[in-house]
């Protein structure tokens, strides 16, 4: 394994899609997210936070990065993912805009 990359112990990422639908929408999730990599570091278990912008601006992409599933579980039922989220308690992990992954390279 080269400097770059290494095997690792698998991590647990999830990638939100969330489609714009206005420049005005677009600026009010980036401010909103603005703060999220500083308030996350109180979650155990969080490790990265990355907010992605597609190349054409139709949709963000939002991606966070746990130590394993479980603590992501643990923060969607926390009372930080609700403040977080307007008040909705659980994201729905069924959601065709979520995707999540088991990080094995990095």
Do not use: C
């Not at 980036?30 to 936070?49: D, H, L, N, T, Y």
């Not at 403040?83 to 729905?92: D, I, P, V, W």
């Amino acid at each position: 394994m080269d400097k770059m990359h290494k095997e690792l112990d698998t991590m647990y990422q999830v990638n939100n899609k969330i489609t714009i639908i206005s420049e005005e929408q677009a600026q009010h999730l980036r401010e909103r997210f603005m703060k999220a990599p500083q308030s996350m570091k109180e979650v155990p278990g969080f490790i990265s936070f990355r907010l992605l912008r597609a190349e054409d601006g139709s949709h963000f992409i939002v991606e966070t990065t746990f130590t394993d599933k479980e603590a992501f579980q643990q923060w969607t039922a926390s009372d930080h993912f609700q403040q977080a989220h307007g008040g909705k308690r659980k994201q729905n992990s069924s959601s065709d805009n979520l995707a999540a992954y088991d990080i094995i390279i990095a």
